[in-house]
């Protein structure tokens, strides 16, 4: 479909939106036309009244005139005179592509990139036009697959893309809005409704009456009913203008395969999801590790290791590079499966571009280290940018992690809370084992239904990996209080907890790593294995945290 019939496609969308609304405020007034003619008194002029209400939200909805500006992402807007390695490639790409190239370059902390354009006339007159490039982005790709991206974000501006936006955009929220309404009014009437009868059933029961159910079922519902007209537009609409997106998708891959190179932009495909994975993991599992003690990584940290968390997994991204998702794609998707798309530009014929690799896109910014920094301050809140700055990411992660074990709260500590009555700690679970009631205890944690069908040792066995969990956290916790815990950071592994003090039960000056049976955290696994037995044993748990084995301060 080329773009002038996207553009009627888009413009008969719209309309149909407006005749939509005439169509019920002619309802409506029809309605109000029999109430004069045969309904009179009070009746008539609720109904009429009703009318007046709904046909507020669809004249508010049609009278939308104005497109909302879409605001991108926050970022750092980069000149020429800033970045003009990075200005190069995006006009050479551009001049290749034959489309104007973007106005401004805005560099984002996502994994994507995007263009825009700020059309006028509903996309007949062009205007600006914004590229957003995300940092991670750069950090992850080859610059030969950046301009597989580059590539295909212009396919978008010769396609007509994104002037058509304009039009798209302005009926999915124009619908939206007269939907929002309806709703409101809805939950307005549904409020009022349950207040009436809670406090009509407290004067009930103030009386000595048994008090009603409160029922809401019929508040509201014209305005559902109106609500659901337009939601069932607001699907068609929406799956025609979105079916039309997953097109314009594939020709921009087309696009770019010719521009930059069919393998290039199948490549950037595999490699943009696993970058998108491991980015959402980096934020969760480091960047973000030290907020819950109000510590941030070190400057230009926060996003800068990011690469060094890429480097030391190599082995992992290239098992994501290797299962695209291939999950039908919604209707309701802008875009096609991922899987689809690498698919359809593998089909296309080889054109001798295979070798064209070239070095790390972050390479091509001029000090990409001043980068990262001055993205921190663009993107981060004020709250967070306040807070104090760890000298090495070893001691955000003694830190986070210092707090995290005073922060324990397992299903053991729960249940032991709740069989005792007591606070839950670890010298009271030691007294319930010796006392042998452990499995009692068991009994109230949250169990699968076939574990707690269980009887006997069945039941230990289901139980014990949960009780050996909660239970070893419990003890790493005494030992955090006691600073004789400490833990090993790395890029390629999860955080290891290493005992740093003496423990009894292990090889003096053993080595964990090279004498793994004889170190102090398998003195502690012992210790665990010992108290969770069929016959169990609290003495290794106790000298462990006896004052002796305490070093003095």
Known sequence: MGATLRALRAVVLLCGFHLLSLLLLAALAGVDVAVFTWVH???????????????????????????????????????????????????????????????????????????????????????????YLGVPLLTGLTEARLRGVLAHEYGHYTGGDTRL?????????????????????ADGKVAAERGRQEKASAKRVAKGKEAKEVDTTGAGVTYRMMASIYTLYGKLYLRASLSTARAQEYAADRAAA??????????????????????????????????PVRLMPPRGEFFGGFGRLLAAREEELARLRATLPTAPASPYDSHPPIAERVRRLEALPADGRAAEAGGPALALLTDPEKTLVALEDAVLSDEVLGYPRAAAWQELLDAAMAQGMSDAHTPLHRALAEYTGQPATLP???????????????????????????????????????????????????????????????????????????????????????????GPEAALDAAVDAALADRPDTAPLRALLSPAATPPA
Do not use: C
Not at 166 to 174: D, E, N, S
Not at 447 to 463: P, Q, W, Y
């Open 41 to 131: 008194g009070a009746a008539g002029m609720k109904i009429v009244a009703v009318s007046v209400l709904l046909a507020i939200p669809v004249v508010r909805g049609m009278f939308m005139l104005r497109t909302p500006k879409g605001e991108g992402p926050p970022g750092i807007e980069v000149t020429d005179a800033d970045e003009p390695r990075l200005w190069a490639l995006v006009r050479e790409l551009a001049a290749a592509t034959g489309t104007r190239a973007p106005d401004r370059i805005v560099l984002t902390a996502d994994v994507n990139a995007a263009v825009s354009e700020d059309t006028r006339l509903l996309g007949l007159r062009p205007g600006p036009r914004r590229l």
């Open 165 to 185: 936006s304009a039009l798209v955009v302005r009926g999915r929220v124009q619908i939206a809005r007269v939907v929002e309404h309806f709703h409101e009014k």
């Open 258 to 291: 010719r521009i930059a190179g069919r393998d290039a932009i199948a490549s950037a495909l595999r490699e943009i999801p696993a970058l998108s994975a491991s980015h959402d993991f980096y934020l969760d599992s480091y960047a973000t590790l030290g907020l």
């Open 428 to 518: 009271a679970l030691l007294e319930v084992v010796d006392d042998g009631r452990l499995w009692r205890l068991a009994e109230r944690l949250p169990l699968s239904d076939e574990a707690a069908a269980a009887k006997g040792r069945a039941f230990r066995e289901f139980v014990r990996p949960q009780l050996r969990s909660s239970l070893r956290t419990m003890v790493l916790a005494e030992f955090s209080t006691r600073s004789l815990l400490g833990w090993e950071f790395s890029w390629s592994r999860a955080a290891a907890a290493r005992l740093t003090g003496p423990v009894p039960g292990s090889t003096p000056d053993s080595n964990p790593d090279s004498d793994p049976d004889g």
